[in-house]
T-cell receptor
């Protein structure tokens, strides 16, 4: 079964440092997403990406965040200057275009710990 | 009012029991509805989409009431492997693909 691959599985970084989280979406999918889940809280939408541009973003996705699709397969989330409150599990997801009731496939996540 | 509201549980049920979860959502423009399951510290996995006509997948039945903005999930003949958190998920409206998650309902199936 096709899957979304995320690396690294765990990233520890010092406050103020930049981090880049990596994702390889499913190859025939056209829509890509980042979500995050702070420990013990609900999954929250960050950003969606289609046709090489951001199509939607949430209030959480402020200027310290950026996304990029540097080549035909990777999809990255960059956090420019990490804060303690950025500590969370970050999930990448992808979906095909098509029927509105089609759900996403999530990757297994990157646990980001900011110290 | 929370965008997607669920009873956090936990629901502790014996194997073989039937259990039902409910969810309400606040955005009347939502067009897509799902149930996901999430195991501890894992990614959400799509369990099923939810349609107005109701739909069934094996032991799982989902219902949607648009007028009441209410979604339900019924699990019959619970298995130990059904123990997980069940997430009610809706989209933001026509053309919007961002998903809004509920906080989840925890199910513990006991032998």
């Amino acid at each position: 079964e096709p899957e979304v691959t995320q690396t690294p599985s765990h990233q520890v970084t010092q406050m103020g440092q930049e981090v880049i989280l990596h994702c390889v979406p499913i190859s025939n999918h056209l829509y890509f997403y980042w979500y995050r889940q702070i420990l013990g809280q609900k999954v929250e939408f960050l950003v969606s990406f289609y046709n090489n541009e951001i199509s939607e973003k949430s209030e959480i996705f402020d200027d310290q965040f950026s996304v990029e699709r540097p080549d035909g397969s990777n999809f990255t989330l960059k956090i420019r200057s990490t804060k303690l409150e950025d500590s969370a599990m970050y999930f990448c997801a992808s979906s095909e275009s098509g029927a509105r009731n089609y759900g996403y496939t999530f990757g297994s996540g990157t646990r980001l710990t900011v110290v | 009012r929370k965008e997607v509201e669920q009873d956090p549980g936990p629901f502790n049920v014996p194997e073989g029991a039937t259990v039902a979860f409910n969810c309400t959502y606040s955005n009347s423009a939502s067009q897509s509805f799902f149930w996901y399951r999430q195991d501890c510290r894992k990614e959400p996995k799509l369990l099923m989409s939810v349609y107005s006509s109701g739909n069934e997948d094996g032991r799982f039945t989902a219902q949607l009431n648009r007028a009441s903005q209410y979604i339900s999930l019924l699990i019959r003949d619970s298995k130990l492997s059904d123990s997980a958190t069940y997430l009610c998920v809706v989209n933001g409206g026509t053309g919007r693909r961002a998903l809004t998650f509920g906080s989840g309902t925890r199910l513990q199936v006991q032998p």
